[in-house]
């Protein structure tokens, strides 16, 4: 029979991995008898552990939640996926990076060398994509707060502070669902409620999506924006979001689309180029083979200089299929281009394609 130590370990291996445990599987489990079962759950409720008995045919034992975490045991994979999630934790921006970086100090300070090894050779370093937007953080007390309203379908009554004016921010939080207020310099407007549906992130930020019960309408909130107020509101009954998937509402949100999940410019090309050569930098566009060095581009951007200038990334002859919109923003930037070349300047430089300058 193995040291009572060992065995108290290896019965609280066992209760964590499922909710109930009939008494004479876990003594088949540790190859010891029913009544060394009884003592081995004394001595863990001893140590804290709330492990309570059920009754029935297959009477047994459950290890519930408690008022306090009480010490728990992990498995070799699952120690590992801890301190990969903790070491990715510091690049949440949820106000806990500290709290991780302490968590995961504290759990290798006890793996073992062997783990230890492994967690040592995975090191992680969270680079975000350039951008002018400043970083915000976001009280992770804040955050349990919206995950909680959520999740207990409770009107939220909050403040919202809204963007200073001049910021040069892109369409963002509140101003892309069209709820943008006339305050600015991140003063709080008027207090807001709203139903909260979903709390998600996207390009490193924080974003509440709820119904505002004012503005009847759906509503894109930054978290980082937001200061709860007590006590909450009455229960509600969730809504469809459009198109019935969060993460195709956000996405169309933030590309201006109305909640149609398209950008506001499409068109459609033809590049002198592989299918398989093109495929690999549209990350949002569809790319169809017509022929040896030759492919069909269908992709879409905020407005048609962008999106010109994307398609004009690759080094390839383009034919333009349509819309005429596209062709007339080809020969815009043509003309800019061209007058850049020439050493002009002022708007649209240069002369018409196909007319010789004077």
């Known amino acids: 029979m193995p040291k009572t130590s060992a065995r108290l370990l290896a019965l609280l291996s066992l209760l964590q991995t499922r909710r109930d445990w009939p008494g004479a599987l876990l003594a088949e489990r540790l190859d010891i008898s029913p009544r060394t079962v009884r003592r081995d759950v004394d001595r863990l409720r001893e140590l804290g552990y709330p492990i309570v008995a059920f009754k029935g045919p297959d009477g047994g034992y459950r290890l519930e939640a408690g008022t306090e975490l009480p010490p728990l045991l992990f498995d070799d994979e699952q120690a590992v996926a801890l301190t990969i999630a903790l070491q990715m934790a510091t690049g949440t921006g949820a106000g806990i990076e500290e ?18 090894h492994r967690i040592d050779t995975f090191q992680v370093t969270a680079v975000g994509r ?5 970083d915000v953080q976001v009280d992770s007390g804040v955050l349990m707060t919206l ?3 959520v999740h207990a379908r409770e009107v939220l009554r909050f403040d919202y502070a809204h ?12 101003a ?24 998600v992130t996207w390009g490193g930020r924080w974003y509440l999506i709820a119904w505002d019960l004012d503005r009847a309408d759906w509503r894109t909130f930054r978290a980082d924006r937001i200061t709860p107020r007590t006590p909450s509101g009455p229960r509600f009954t969730p809504r469809e979001l459009p198109g019935g998937d969060v993460a195709g509402y956000v996405t169309s949100k933030f590309r201006g689309a109305g909640g149609t999940g398209d950008w506001p410019c499409q068109g459609e090309v033809i590049l002198g180029l592989p299918a398989a050569e093109v495929s690999r930098y549209v990350r949002d566009g ?8 030759r492919c069909r581009l269908v992709m879409g951007s905020w407005s ?19 819309p005429p919109e596209l062709k ?18 002022g708007p649209d430089a240069g002369p018409p394609p196909g007319q010789a300058a004077r």
């Open 304 to 322: 048609w200089p962008a999106l010109v200038a994307a398609i004009g990334r690759f080094d390839a002859d383009i034919e333009v299929v349509g």
């Open 130 to 134: 350039p951008t002018s937007r400043p």
């Open 176 to 199: 892309a669902s069209g709820g943008g207020s006339a305050s600015g310099g991140g003063e709080p407007g008027p207090p807001r409620r709203a139903q909260p549906h979903h709390l």
């Open 163 to 174: 963007a200073a004016p001049g910021t040069g921010l892109s369409p963002d939080a509140d």
């Open 286 to 293: 569809l790319v169809e083979e017509l022929g040896p060095g």
């Open 147 to 149: 995950s909680a309203a």
């Open 99 to 116: 709290a991780a970086a302490r968590a995961l100090h504290t759990i290798r300070q006890v793996m073992p060398a062997r783990l230890r």
């Open 328 to 345: 007339d923003a080809f020969a815009r930037l043509a003309r800019r281009y061209a007058g850049a070349a020439a050493g002009q300047s």
